[in-house]
């Protein structure tokens, strides 16, 4: 039982280049979520989906995309990646009833 | 929307010592989590405790959702303890499962 997976853990980007990250979770959750950490910000949710099929705006969701490809993979992608989106991103996913959330280990980005 | 405000924002212990960390949140919640942020920089969750008391070795927790607040115990600090410790909160389950963060408490253990 893996938890939350996450890849890749580190990716440095230029300036209008798009990439994916990519989400996999082993537990049986219905909801996932993306968010992003940044120095004395916290933790914000980007986007999140309640199950398979859907997905709504979470509090930054400006320059991101989202796919729920299945019940166990959320993918999160850059279309044009700028600098200030240079974050640590973290993946989650939950059961419904409790809403309890398990987090993926980050992955590092940084655009130059 | 709520609010959630931690403190304090820094704590600077000597190991064997013990602490306690707040969470103020401003409306009523459903859920509410305790995660420790490690110096790698892993999310680990000690608690879920919407309310209540609970408690798992030398670490308890206590939600008083009534008075809008959470307390963190640390007891006999280790230099493991080390890290960034969040409180998060969820207060609308229509909005499904979005969790509200507070800053964080930067805790470093002296040995």
């Known amino acids: 039982n893996a938890g939350v997976t996450q890849t890749p853990k580190f990716q440095v980007l230029k300036t209008g280049q798009s990439m994916t990250l990519q989400c996999a979770q082993d537990m049986n959750h219905n909801s996932m979520y993306w968010y992003r950490q940044d120095p004395g910000m916290g933790l914000r949710l980007i986007y999140y989906?309640?199950?398979?099929?859907?997905?709504d705006k979470g509090e930054v969701p400006n320059g991101y995309n989202v796919s729920r490809l299945n019940k166990r993979e959320f993918s999160l992608r850059l279309e044009s990646a700028a600098p200030s989106q240079t974050s640590v991103y973290f993946c989650?996913?939950?059961?419904?009833?409790?809403?309890?959330?398990?987090f993926g280990p980050g992955t590092r980005l940084t655009v130059t | 929307g709520i609010q959630v405000e931690q403190s304090p924002p820094d704590l600077i212990l000597q190991e064997g010592a013990n602490s306690t960390l707040r969470c103020n949140f401003s409306?009523?919640?459903?859920?509410l989590q305790w995660f420790h942020q490690n110096p790698w920089g892993q999310l680990i969750n000690l608690f879920y405790?919407?309310?209540g008391t609970k408690q798992n070795g030398r670490l308890s927790a206590t939600t008083v959702a009534t008075e809008r607040y959470s307390l963190l115990y640390i007891s006999s600090s280790q230099t493991t303890d080390s890290g960034v410790y969040f409180c998060?909160?969820?207060?609308?389950?229509?909005?499904?499962?979005?969790?509200?963060f507070g800053q964080g408490t930067e805790l470093s253990v002296k040995p």
């Open positions: 409306d009523s919640v459903n859920n």
């Open positions: 989650a996913s939950s059961e419904d009833d409790r809403y309890e959330q398990y």
């Open positions: 989906s309640a199950s398979e099929g859907t997905t």
């Open positions: 998060a909160v969820l207060n609308d389950y229509n909005q499904g499962g979005k969790l509200i």
């Open positions: 405790i919407p309310s």
